[in-house]
């Protein structure tokens, strides 16, 4: 078959990958220079299996409003907020108190975040990619006596499903991670033993090199104006390339993987799937001190903020922002980000060198991606990853090739349905 997939983030990638390994012919198509230069380009850089949870959760629109009233944090509104954000909010408020759907959630993408180790491993074990990967598990710090205890109740909940992990004191803490010489509060840890690390936009450009290597076609600099489709198929997609030249690219099935710009191509096929674009901010600087820098990844639940190394790199990641696809950078979340940082990693990195970042999580109003076939028989989606799709990708690239060549998948995909807003 001839598979045209549209976007060349980490998910289009992952997905041209399995398919090309199924024996397909695959065409990437994407809008910008290269690989991995949108969502998938600053991220926190971890492959965090065991922690993925949905967002729509009672839990967290409790801690919603003093979040939002705090200066410093890590929940930020546009005021007055757009007609966009406020739809985004009313799913979310009715996903969160729909009884027993966040336990079904949050267990449905736990089993994907497993899978998904397991598909990068064979990936890694397959081809030989640059992208400061690690596998040295990541630590949630407890800043408060209450954070332990609401760490006690995840490790009790990985346990149930046979994920690895500990709950460690401040001493242990120090033990994993011995550069963690700042004053920030410390009451213990919770430490998630299978997870990882590793720069998400190396490992896009590195694995679609390996795709081009093996014939699968980048189209880079185009862009897909629609799908052309009759009431059964989609025959085509219509693109246009930087000269404004437009082509119709024939294919026997067509994967939607565009991010946040899925639903608009969506639309006209009459598929409703209302992604929010979540924006986030990262600072990337280089080590200064190797020994005073994380080891991996470290939440630091205080201010909200990731510290992951990456190589000779500190990234350092934060905030929740509701602002439409509004790219401005305020530097008041990245002095968040900075004081962050010198609470844990003092003299670390070179903070002043950082190069800055913002992006747009695809955020689904209940948490889970879309991972299914969508409303024409050879069209599929494979989007929605809000602030998982590093980790998720190469779970869900391997699910979405089991669809399409009409396997049973290996996980169920029910939470996961394209169509699920629509009910
Ligand atoms: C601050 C921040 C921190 C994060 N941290 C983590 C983390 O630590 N771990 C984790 O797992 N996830 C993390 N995420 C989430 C993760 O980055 C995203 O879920 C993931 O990158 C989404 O990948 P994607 O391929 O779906 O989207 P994208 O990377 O956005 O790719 C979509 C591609 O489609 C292209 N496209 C769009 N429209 C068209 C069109 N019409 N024609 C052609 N091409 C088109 C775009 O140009 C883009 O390249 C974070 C996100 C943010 C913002």
């Known amino acids: 078959m001839h598979i045209v997939v549209i976007g060349a983030g980490v998910v289009g990638v992952t997905t041209a990958w399995a398919l090309h390994q199924r024996g397909h012919q695959v065409t990437v198509i994407e809008r910008l220079e290269g690989a991995g230069q949108e969502t998938s380009k600053g ?16 839990a967290m629109v409790r801690k919603a409003l003093p979040w939002l009233l705090d200066r410093q944090g890590p929940l930020k509104m ?19 108190y729909a009884p027993g759907v966040y336990g079904l959630n949050k267990r449905a993408m736990l089993r994907l975040g497993m899978h998904s180790r397991t598909c990068f491993q064979a990936i890694e074990d397959a081809v030989d990619l640059s992208f400061d990967g690690e596998h040295a598990g990541i630590l949630h710090l407890a800043s408060t006596p209450a954070a332990m205890t609401e760490y006690a109740d995840t490790a009790a909940l990985l346990d149930e499903l ?5 709950l460690l004191t401040p001493d242990q803490v120090r033990e994993v991670e011995p550069g963690m010489r700042g004053d920030g509060p410390l009451f213990g840890a919770l430490q998630y033993r299978t997870d990882g690390t590793g720069d998400c936009h190396l490992f896009s450009q590195a694995l679609a090199r390996a795709c081009g290597d093996r014939g699968v076609r980048f189209l880079y600099n185009t862009t897909v104006r629609r799908l052309v489709a009759d009431y059964h198929r989609v025959n085509a997609v219509e693109v ?6 437009v082509e119709r690219i024939e294919a026997d099935a067509v994967v939607m993987s565009a ?10 096929l009459g598929l409703h799937l209302p992604l929010y674009p979540v924006k986030g901010y ?14 991996s990844t470290v939440h630091d639940d205080n201010y909200k903020v990731v510290s992951t190394r990456l190589g000779d790199r500190l990234r350092a990641t934060g905030f929740v922002e509701l602002a439409d696809f509004d790219r401005r950078i305020h530097e008041a979340r990245l002095e968040t980000i900075r004081t962050s940082v010198a609470s844990r990693f003092p003299g670390a990195a070179d903070m002043d060198e950082a190069t800055t970042w913002t992006g747009f999580r695809p955020m689904t109003p209940d948490g ?25 990708s190469a779970g869900s690239a391997e699910l979405i090739a089991q669809v399409i060549d009409g396997e049973a998948p290996a996980l169920d995909l029910d939470p996961f349905r394209p169509g699920r807003f629509a009910e």
């Open 162 to 166: 046979a994920i690895e992990s500990a």
């Open 78 to 96: 546009r005021m007055p907020p757009s007609l966009n954000t406020l739809r985004f909010l009313l799913d979310t408020l009715r996903f969160a």
């Open 368 to 392: 889970p991606p879309a991972i299914g076939r969508g409303t024409r028989d050879n069209l599929y989606l494979n989007t929605g990853h809000g602030t998982f799709g590093w980790t998720l």
């Open 282 to 295: 990262s600072l990337t600087a280089p080590l200064v001190d190797p020994e005073r820098a994380p080891r």
């Open 43 to 58: 991220n926190a850089g971890q492959r965090s299996y065991g922690v993925v949870y949905p967002w729509a959760s009672a």
């Open 259 to 268: 991010g946040c710009a899925s639903p608009e191509l969506l639309r006209p």
């Open 240 to 245: 246009t390339d930087s000269r404004g030249t």
